[in-house]
């Protein structure tokens, strides 16, 4: 009989109080973060009618309990000491006469490898090699396509579509990055982009790209989910190799949860009618810009199918800021790129970066910063610039350098053009408070491709990647770089965002592996390797100083170097062999005899050496 009445209680009570009919943000949190405080956002049908909460935990208060306007979301605000228990946690709801409702939430301990074995941050001693999972290789070719998600269905044929890469394909060749040198990897968003396909310039798109968050908490189950997300990350760290995430602050996929059911009209930047932002920083760095240029910039839509978020109400900062923490702990992955990094609300990317270095001390942060001018560039990280508004971002993806590498490669020798060019854009680095943390790169997936700028011309492949190798920063490569990949992103960018040759199991060609690598590919995969290999071990690329000096005839010639070590790099965009005054460079080739070729491994006396024509070295210099 006793048994009866608990099973019939145990049927009630499930009943009357548990509601499986709910989602919460964040899906789940830890115990012993620095930061005790904590928001959760309960997404369910009328849910906001309840105006009190309580845990079973005596670890947690409940601070608060708020709602939005909808009548689907109800905001709880913790606190959650450092002796609560982990493990899940009832919620009861209850007020207004309503019955109460339970829900669970789980709370795990943090990890004690945050900044040991994991989140240690990337930086100039690394090489970043940027990928678009979708187009690098396929794992797993169960999970191309789910029928219950809202993009219709996968081809390769269709530049548009996705062609089924995944996390297991990048996880299955780490030992190919790392055989290149490559000690981080930066992909293009893993969360899920449950988007519908949207109309762009007359063509159907899918968001294969993943820059159309649909739920922060979740990886696109296309490229794996969750747990192929941890399975790469564990794996890539034991192999050496870090992980970088793309964020995507400013704005959301429309079918994003939250877009489909919004908590409030300002969760949003709302406008009376489409108000597509202008791609525009100068109104944010002009000190003449109009109120109304700036808010354009900032609260303008990316585009009509990103939704730009309004990051001046508190519950979507705190939105954005926990999503930013809880994917850090979950995934222990290591460092933040940013995207559209300037669009976003000034104060609230301090404030989210800020929260990300307090509670990781170790995790570093790079926002994307199209730009053309190193000053404006400057601007959105940490800067020596007098301006009234100071940005903490530690560092920027180098568009500046970017460019000016690309015409030292390509311009005629001028007064301000070709190698000049780049001279004068990094004797601009006063600007920045360090600019070693900026990321460089000669192209990437919103770029032709790099081989096909320099006109497919080898010679100046290889003075490109000697510059990328050296100069100050954090060098990135894009996927296929090294393979000599190219196109133009005529007539889309999808041109530049092909399939790597060998990712799919039915390719006729595996680049991967040498013996499938044309004579030319080989080549080039060999120097990008030795460059790479030669950078590793080179504290006075890692971390030593620069110095340049004022280009000559289509000649450039700058130093890395430190108390260990010096190297030179000459680059020779002439049309004639040189052999230059070697004595104008003597405060830095003082005391040393000769100069090692870090490719070839050649040594020559450095006061004897002639550059051939359209040729960059890289030595090291010997005593
Ligand atoms: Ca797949
Ligand atoms: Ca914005």
Redesign the pocket.
């Known amino acids: 009989m006793k048994k009866l009445i608990f099973v019939a209680m145990a049927i009630f009570s499930l009943n009357a109080n548990a509601n499986d009919n709910y989602n919460i943000y964040p899906t789940h949190w830890w115990v012993g973060m620095k930061n005790p405080k904590l928001q959760l956002i309960i997404h369910s049908n009328n849910i906001s009618g309840y105006s009190k909460a309580t845990v079973n935990n005596a670890g947690v208060k409940v601070d608060r309990v708020s709602r939005g306007e909808s009548k689907n979301y109800l905001f709880i605000d913790l606190t959650i000491q450092p002796g609560a228990k982990t493990g899940t946690m009832n919620i009861v709801l209850s007020g207004n006469g309503l019955n109460a409702q339970t829900l669970k939430y789980e709370l795990k301990q943090k990890s004690k490898q945050d900044g040991v074995g994991r989140i240690k941050g990337v930086t100039s001693e690394d090489l970043i090699y940027l990928l678009m999972p979708d187009r690098f290789a396929n794992g797993d070719p169960n999970n191309d396509y789910f029928p219950d998600m809202r993009d219709g269905g996968h081809s390769r044929d269709n530049p548009f579509d996705r062609h089924g890469g995944d996390l297991q394909g990048v996880t299955s060749h780490l030992d190919y990055l790392k055989d290149l040198g490559v000690t981080a990897v930066w992909m293009t968003p893993v969360n899920e982009n449950d988007m519908a396909r949207t109309l762009e310039n007359g063509t159907m798109r899918s968001t294969y790209h993943g820059y159309a968050f649909t739920d922060q908490y979740n990886v696109d189950r296309r490229l794996g989910g969750n747990a192929a997300y941890k399975e790469l990350v564990e794996t890539a760290h034991s192999k050496g190799i870090k992980i970088i995430q793309d964020a995507v602050y400013?704005h959301l996929g429309r079918d994003h949860w939250s877009v489909l059911d919004l908590p409030m009209k300002d969760w949003l930047?709302q406008w009376p009618s489409y108000q597509n932002t202008s791609y525009k920083e100068q109104p944010l760095v002009d000190p003449y810009a109009s109120a109304i240029d700036s808010k354009i910039t900032?609260?303008g839509w990316f585009t009509p199918f990103l939704v730009?978020l309004n990051q001046r109400n508190p519950y979507v900062s705190n939105f954005l800021i926990q999503y930013a923490i809880w994917s850090t702990e979950e995934f222990g992955f290591d460092a933040w790129r940013v995207d559209t990094y300037f669009?976003?609300d000034p104060v609230f990317l301090n404030k989210i970066n800020d929260a990300l270095v307090a509670e990781f001390p170790k995790v570093t942060v790079f926002g994307e910063t199209s730009v053309t001018q190193v000053l404006n560039a400057a601007y959105f990280c940490q800067n020596n610039i007098n301006a009234p508004f100071k940005h903490n971002c530690q560092g920027v993806t180098d568009f500046p350098v970017f460019y000016a590498m690309i015409d030292a490669l390509n311009q005629p020798f001028g007064w301000n053009e070709g190698m000049s060019k780049l001279y004068q854009t990094l004797a601009q680095d006063v600007l920045y408070k360090n600019p070693m943390r900026n990321e460089i790169f000669l192209d990437n997936h919103d770029q032709d491709r790099f081989f096909s700028m320099v006109g497919e011309n080898f010679k100046k492949y290889k003075m490109g990647m000697a510059m990328l190798m050296t100069l100050r920063g954090i060098p990135q490569l894009y996927y296929g770089d090294e393979i000599l990949m190219k196109n133009t992103r005529n007539p889309t960018d999808a041109e530049v965002r092909k399939d790597f040759p060998g990712g799919w199991s039915d390719d006729k060609k595996n680049k991967f592996v040498s013996a499938d690598r044309n004579d030319n590919e080989n080549e080039a995969f060999d120097y990008v390797k030795a460059l790479a290999g030669f950078r590793k071990t080179s504290s006075a690329i890692k971390t030593g100083k620069f110095m340049q000096f004022v280009p000559q005839d289509g000649l450039f010639v700058y130093f890395r170097y430190d108390n260990k070590q010096t190297v030179m790099v000459v680059l020779n965009t002439n049309d004639k062999d040189m052999k230059p005054d070697w004595s104008r460079f003597e405060e830095r080739i003082k005391g040393f005899t000769k100069a090692r070729n870090v490719v070839s491994g050649t040594t020559h006396s450095i006061r004897d050496m002639e550059i051939d024509s359209h040729n960059g070295f890289v030595f090291e210099l010997l005593k």
């Open positions: 400013n930047n900032l609260d730009d669009y976003n």
